[in-house]
């Protein structure tokens, strides 16, 4: 099985900065026959579902801010959100689909 | 409305079984893969299955083989998951999701499963 590993596990930002979180995949998630990773990163608010935010990596699901970015390739990857709002704070999850079972990340807490 | 709306959870004892459904709208629903998705009280989430726009492929988390089973009507729009000798560790809220292929793209509010005699 692949295993995600998300750092930090909490993260405390003040508004307007950044906020900057890491991802490390155990196995490369880059396909070499399409040149995609097969990363994506959820937003989970308490008491709601997941919301998907970025998927192959750096693609910005629609409806998601521009201050939301993705980054990165093979077995390393981070969430960028900048100019952070009080509606970020959430927990953020990042996920593989390159092989099943698919895997996530325990979560990083953003505070 | 796009949505999925997930029904079935409620308490069950150790050993039980439980039918999870969950009703898709606002898309043409055999056009996707679907999926469930859990996640047990204060932990992360964790994925349980797949299953192909026809029914024809099911893709389970290797530890549930065996116990939960997954079908689905594209005549009602409807997916569902068969909980079978469920255990306290099946304790959590099970998710539907639509996978766009690409990632879970929308998903259900979720229903509580509670194992406990």
């Known amino acids: 099985d692949i295993v995600m590993t998300q750092s930090p596990d909490s993260l405390a930002v003040s508004l307007g900065e950044r906020a900057t979180l890491n991802c490390k995949s155990s196995?490369?998630?880059?396909?070499?026959?399409?040149?995609?990773?097969?990363l994506s990163w959820y937003q989970q608010k308490p008491g709601q579902p997941p919301k998907l935010l970025i998927f192959w990596a750096y693609n910005r699901e629609s409806g998601v801010p521009d201050r939301f970015s993705g980054s990165g390739s093979g077995s390393n990857f981070t969430l960028t959100i900048d100019n952070l709002q009080a509606e970020d704070v959430a927990v953020y999850y990042c996920q593989q689909y390159y092989t099943t079972p698919i895997t996530f990340g325990q979560g990083t807490r953003l505070e | 409305e796009v949505q999925l709306v997930e029904s079935g959870g409620g308490v069950v004892q150790p050993g039980g079984s439980l039918r999870l459904s969950c009703a898709a709208s606002g898309f043409t629903f055999n056009n996707y893969w679907m999926s469930w998705i859990r996640q047990a009280p204060g932990k992360g989430l964790e994925w349980v299955v797949n299953?192909?726009?026809?029914?024809?492929?099911?893709y389970f988390v290797d530890f549930l083989k065996g116990r939960f089973s997954v079908s689905r009507d594209n005549a009602q729009n409807s997916l569902s998951l068969h909980m079978n000798n469920v255990r306290a560790d099946d304790t959590a809220v099970y998710y539907c999701?639509?996978?766009?292929?690409?990632?879970?793209?929308?998903w259900g509010q979720g229903t509580m499963v509670t194992v406990s005699s």
């Open positions: 299953i192909n726009q026809d029914g024809s492929g099911k």
């Open positions: 196995r490369t998630l880059l396909y070499s026959s399409n040149n995609q990773n097969y």
């Open positions: 999701a639509r996978s766009g292929g690409y990632g879970w793209d929308l």
